[in-house]
């Protein structure tokens, strides 16, 4: 193993309380270290350099079946963007659904290395993993859909949370999945009989139960399993104009539960579930109410969302959004049932920059994260592909760093959205301490990650080096130049190895695919019940439907003690 | 000024010359357009390898022209993207010749395969002989076709002539295959001769004019009237025409005109008049 120094850089490690502070970090055997001496010690010279931690993505559609099906359906999308072949790399496709291999490359390059795909149907798992698998360079890991499960909804209705939560086990298990990600809870079920649910406490067809219950329950079973990540939720009526009641609602509804000042729910893109209006034409933006909010509470993290112009591909398990987003394009689209768990839609969309309604999403997504005082709480996401590719992180670094770079972009949007917008109101501008967290610390905090986001000793060694002097130029008036730092990391060491320099890829490696194994003493596993109920419900049998450890290239599970 | 070239021998494998435009060569010294890079199947090669190369460039692409003779069957893409100047062919071409074509003028004396002028914004292109299909379509999965220019074409053309076409005009003065227009948004296409049928599949605007046999009309067209003149392209065809509106699968307002010589037996959908 290699035995790194990275000399004189400035660090920005939040979660260790480093600003900016000059000092060498050292490197042996993938982990950082005290120190570090010898002849044998390579050494990186980043003076004049932001040292981070790897960069980590909390929600980012990167792997499965949808992934897939989006890929078969946009040849287009791929022709503009190609990747040839290296010595070091592979060739592949961009451009808002990359290939397997692509994706990790273009990760790595802007000095990401942990990266979570976030809606994995149970049944598709083994798919999944295939995928994740051929991911290469960044660590990895996946959150099941568990809020439209038959078996959950019926346990919960009946209140019969020990038992949902026995299933939850078993399911992280066979799945080896990470978080538990609910998706419209209650909708997507009954989306599989054409319809779906208006609000948090509408009762979902056939179920006894509201999608209130539903969140509530598996935040508790969340509690239980003592699993490292908050519940994962998208939120009941995402993508339409004045949802933001029923977001408050979905935060407010698990207020109550004891949480020792930790977080208890994460929703994710919330700039889809932050609109205000009664239709398209009244629609504005709610992202002040959403940020008092979260401002005033400390049991919610959230993810931006962060609308970038572009023609990108929207995936989601939403199948009822789907539709509508499919009958307001009339573009072509996919929409999928998977049998009693969950469903699935793709569309291709543009988001334009004249449209009043997608500029206005652009603004909504700025406004939450500058309006939320707090950077622990707002994570910066684009929910790839859904509101952008990830490739456009550096850009959106850019307009949370500089006020410039946002005026800049107000001036060429629509003009009623530019009027309405809160962005002219507000000065605040990111520090790189405050980008850190949005796209490293706080990320790694929320999932619970204790050995990512962070540069304390024996952490892993994944660290970005970016060529951006935060002493020597100003980067608040300088938004290209951040651009460019953030876009071609100057080094990114992956696992205390040297994966790109000078952004591009100098070598390839496996990362981890990260599970929760859960360790639950009134298993479910192999009780009867459970092979009964899925004899009755499933068109695979239980043996084919487990994934095996050996089916992850580098299986890297974390252990935990749960309370059932 | 004019850039002559002439291919060293016949090409088995295809290759790809997307850089034999006016704006690559534009100012360039003939060395120098002499090591541009090309693909030969899978081998990399230079222009000079593959062409012998005479004449002189222009100052800008304005200025400069291209001839190519020879047989470029095997050629793919020459003047993609070129935004200005002028590209001769003397003999037959490949595919994707003039593709994503913003301005400047290709004529060609023989045939040209596939994907003519595909996704075009602007510009002339201008063929002799006969043309392989998807004339002016777009991209497999893309909905965005020809979006500017004209095509004209004095040979035949294959199927699926203009697929996603959203502007600009295609001028057919042989026959065409199936599916004349299928998808298009806007724009205008015209066949001086026969078409093998469902002319105009799910367009949802636009004109589709053909003056020789149409062997069938859609069933999701409806019957307007019979009109004695079409327009194309600011200029007066005289018919008459039958004329439909379409296609209504799609909820489209397109139009199609069939002239009415050639199709007798179209002439029952004279009694719903």
Redesign the interface.
């Known amino acids: 193993m290699t035995e790194l120094l990275i000399r004189n850089g400035f660090v920005y490690d939040p979660i260790n309380k480093i600003d900016g502070e000059k000092m060498d970090i050292a490197v042996k055997n993938g982990k950082i270290v005290e120190k570090i001496e010898g002849k044998r010690v390579k050494k990186i010279n980043a003076s004049g350099m932001m040292v981070m931690p790897g960069g980590v993505d909390i929600h980012s559609h990167i792997a499965g079946a949808k992934v897939n099906l989006g890929r078969l ?5 791929h ?1 503009k963007d190609v990747e040839p072949r290296t010595s070091k790399t592979r060739s592949g496709v961009g451009y808002s659904i990359p290939s397997t291999f692509t994706t990790g490359y273009r990760y790595a390059k802007m000095g990401w290395t942990m990266v979570m795909d976030p809606a994995m149907p149970p049944l598709k798992a083994r798919h999944t993993h295939e995928e994740l698998n051929d991911t290469p360079i960044i660590d990895k890991a996946t959150y099941p859909l568990l809020g439209d499960s038959w078996i959950v909804l019926e346990t919960l209705s009946e209140g019969r949370i020990d038992e949902c939560a026995a299933y939850v086990a078993w399911e992280l298990n066979a799945t080896k999945g990470y978080a538990i990600k609910l998706v419209n809870p209650g909708g997507l079920e009954a989306w599989g009989f054409g319809r779906n649910v208006s609000n948090i406490d509408d009762t979902v067809p056939n179920f006894n139960i509201t999608p209130r219950e539903i969140v509530r329950g598996l935040c508790k079973v969340n509690q239980l399993l003592h699993l490292p990540h908050t519940i994962h939720v998208h939120t009941n009526n995402l993508g339409k104009p004045g949802n933001y009641e029923n977001t408050l609602k979905t935060m407010q509804c698990v207020e109550g539960l004891n949480h020792n000042n930790r977080p208890l729910i994460h929703i994710t893109h919330c700039q889809f579930s932050a609109f205000a209006g009664n239709d398209w034409r009244t629609f504005e933006s709610a992202a002040d109410k959403i940020a008092n909010y979260i401002n005033a509470h400390n049991h919610v993290t959230l993810d931006m969302g962060q609308v970038v112009f572009s023609d990108t591909t929207t995936m989601t398990a939403d199948g009822p959004f789907q539709f509508i987003l499919y009958q307001l394009s009339g ?2 689209w996919i929409n999928g049932d998977v049998e009693t768990e969950t469903s699935s839609g793709i569309v291709p969309f543009h988001y334009k920059r004249s449209s009043y309604v997608h500029a206005t999403q652009w603004s909504i997504g700025l406004e939450l994260a500058l309006l939320i005082k707090d950077p622990w709480k707002i994570l910066l996401t684009t929910d790839h592909p859904n509101a952008g590719p990830f490739i456009a992180y550096p850009k959106i670094i850019s307009w949370l760093m500089s006020r410039k770079a946002r005026e800049k972009m107000m001036k060429r949007i629509n003009k009623k959205a530019r009027s309405k917008s809160l962005l002219p109101t507000i000065d605040r501008e990111y520090t790189p301490y405050e980008i850190a967290i949005a796209t490293r610390a706080g990320q790694a905090k929320a999932l619970g990650l204790k050995d990512k986001g962070h540069l304390g000793v024996g952490a892993d060694a994944d660290i970005a080096i970016y060529d951006l002097n935060p002493e020597k130029t100003d980067l608040n008036a300088n938004p290209r130049l951040i651009r460019r730092a953030f876009k071609h990391a100057a080094y990114t060491i992956k696992d205390g190895q040297i994966v790109v320099k000078g952004g591009e890829v100098v070598k390839s490696i496996s990362g981890r695919t990260f599970w929760v194994n859960v360790e639950a003493e009134k298993a479910l596993v192999e009780t009867r019940i459970l092979k009964e109920k899925f004899a009755e419900y499933y068109t695979v049998q239980y043996e084919n439907y487990l994934v095996p450890e050996h089916n992850l290239a580098v299986s890297a599970p974390i252990q935990v003690h749960a309370e059932v | 000024m004019t850039v002559s070239m002439r291919p060293k021998y016949l090409f088995k494998v295809p290759v790809n010359a997307r850089n034999i435009s006016p704006d690559a060569f534009a100012s360039q010294t003939i060395d120098k357009i002499k090591k541009f890079e090309v693909w030969e199947g899978n081998k990399k090669r230079t222009l000079g390898e593959l062409f012998e190369i005479t004449g002189e460039s222009g100052e800008t692409p304005k200025e400069t022209s291209i001839q190519v003779t020879g047989d470029l069957r095997r050629v793919k893409r020459i003047g993609e993207a070129m935004t200005e100047g002028e590209i001769t062919i003397e003999g037959n071409v490949g595919m994707h010749l003039g593709e994503k074509m913003k301005g400047g003028t290709i004529t060609v004396t023989g045939d040209v395969g596939s994907w003519l002028g595909a996704m075009m914004k602007g510009g002339t292109i201008t063929v002799k002989g006969n043309v392989g299909d998807y004339v002016g379509a ?6 965005k076709g020809m979006m500017g220019g004209a095509i004209i074409i004095y040979g035949n053309a294959g199927n699926e002539v203009g697929c996603f076409m959203r502007k600009g005009l295609i001028k057919i003065y042989g026959s065409a295959g199936q599916f004349v227009g299928i998808h298009m948004h806007n724009g205008t296409i015209f066949v001086q001769g026969d078409t093998e049928g469902r002319a105009g599949a799910s367009i949802i605007d636009g004109k589709i004019v053909i003056l020789g046999n149409a062997a069938s009309v859609l069933p999701s067209f409806t019957f307007d009237d019979v009109k004695k003149k079409v327009k194309v392209d600011g200029e007066e065809i005289l018919g008459p025409f039958y004329s439909f509106t379409g296609d209504l699968v799609e909820k489209g307002n397109g139009k199609l005109y069939v002239a009415k010589a050639k199709n007798q037996h179209l002439d029952f959908y004279e009694k719903y008049l």
């Open positions: 359906l946009r040849p287009e999308d022709y573009n072509k | 777009a991209y497999r999965g893309s909905m």
